[in-house]
């Protein structure tokens, strides 16, 4: 790579299925809210305190944030029961992939190591940088800036996020760091569009299209410092 030096990759809804969104949506919707694109971006994606608080707003519910996130995980294990964690199809693949590249990758998500990376991603654990496989961003999210300075002292064009949320898009954006977008694809779902407005030049559907040649190509435009140009998007993909 010319200018990639690390990969960092979303854990729910990149390496893991979203088992989020949908509880959100049933919960917001189950509790006398309307389920918007302002909804998902308040909640989504936030640190747990803060999407408690939304979703209590968003719902009218006499709650705190602390009660209303309890009670949004105890509608989530609920929604485990029939819809259960799973790696995605291709991760190793995409991990082999990009190990053979030279870069370093790294994992991140809302919740601690021990529930997320340990117990679902373990088994792929030599894939990953042996000093910081995975970051909990949950106090920090989005948490752009603190992989890269703080965990990684990369440059951020030397980064690349691939993230199914928008608002990461917009945080790397701003402050130059590479995205490939893999946005959520469920019917209630805005993050596509979102992506769209906020300039993503390269979103695919299934982490399964993510090939050396598209990681050549972002490396590319990282290195020529013409990743966020203005260009349209075509097709909403590669």
């Known amino acids: 790579m010319k200018k990639i030096r690390l990969v960092a990759l979303d854990s729910d809804g990149v390496l893991l299925n979203d088992t989020y969104s ?74 082999a992939m990009l190990r053979d590249t030279g870069v370093r990758i790294t994992c991140y998500g809302g919740r601690h190591r021990e529930y997320t990376f340990d117990r679902y991603l373990g088994r792929y654990a030599r894939y990953f940088d042996a000093d910081q496989p995975y970051v909990d961003v949950n106090n920090f999210r989005p948490g752009v800036k603190e992989i890269v300075e703080d965990f990684f002292g990369y440059r951020y064009d030397e980064v690349l996020f691939v993230d199914d949320i928008n608002r990461v898009a917009e945080v790397t954006k701003a402050l130059g760091a590479g995205f ?33 040649a598209l990681i050549e190509r972002l490396d590319e435009e990282l290195a020529a410092g013409e990743h966020w140009a203005p260009v349209p998007v075509t097709g909403g993909a590669r």
């Open 22 to 95: 949908p509880v959100i949506e049933r919960f917001v919707t189950r509790h006398g809210g309307e389920y918007t694109a302002a909804v998902e971006r308040g909640v989504w994606g936030s640190p747990q305190l803060a999407a408690g608080q939304n979703m209590a707003l968003a719902c009218r519910l006499p709650w705190s944030a602390k009660d209303t996130i309890a009670a949004f995980f105890r509608e989530r294990d609920d929604y485990l029961a029939t819809h259960p964690v799973e790696v995605m199809p291709g991760v190793e693949e995409l991990l």
């Open 180 to 212: 490939l977008g893999v946005p959520a694809s469920m019917p209630h779902n805005f993050q596509r569009a979102e992506m769209e407005q906020t300039g993503v030049r390269h979103m695919v559907g299934d982490i399964r299209e993510i090939d050396r």
